[in-house]
């Protein structure tokens, strides 16, 4: 897929969750939220995977090891790996973003339920989930 695919979905992501979001009924807004939070996860990641990097998985099979690279530790002789020669350039992707973006996921599942939760007991309180029909909440 490639970078310009890739931002008119998100683009399109953002959209229907602002369009969701300024709906009146409450189910609606909640599914907006979580579409638009799904698009800022996309936006972290898609920032963070196109850098022509490999993942940050070391292995012994690693192609690279035939550079000198040492993969394992060796603590009888004092090597705590990996150990990588002076002048050779590893191109790794940062893994930071997707500890973010799995942090982010695990928030926004917490705050889908809670939303849907809370629009359950105010749909048993009032009958209805549309913003303009409950009139109780206006004080």
Known sequence: MNNTLLSVCIAL???IGTFMILRRDMIKVA???TVLSHATNLLI????????GRTPIITSEDPGSSSGIIFTDD???????PI???GTEMVFVDPLVQ?????AIVISLATTAFLLILCYRIYQ??????????????G
Do not use: M, Q, Y
Not at 45 to 52: E, K, N, T
Not at 99 to 103: C, G, I, R, S, Y
């Open 45 to 52: 990641v898609s920032a963070g995977a196109f850098l022509g």
């Open 31 to 33: 599914i907006g939220i």
């Open 84 to 86: 990588i020669p002076k």
């Open 75 to 81: 603590l009888a002789n004092g090597i705590l790996a």
């Open 125 to 138: 309180e009032h009958g209805t989930t549309d913003v303009s029909e409950i009139r109780r909440l206006k």
């Open 99 to 103: 500890a973010l973006t799995l942090t």
């Open 13 to 15: 992501l953002f959209a």
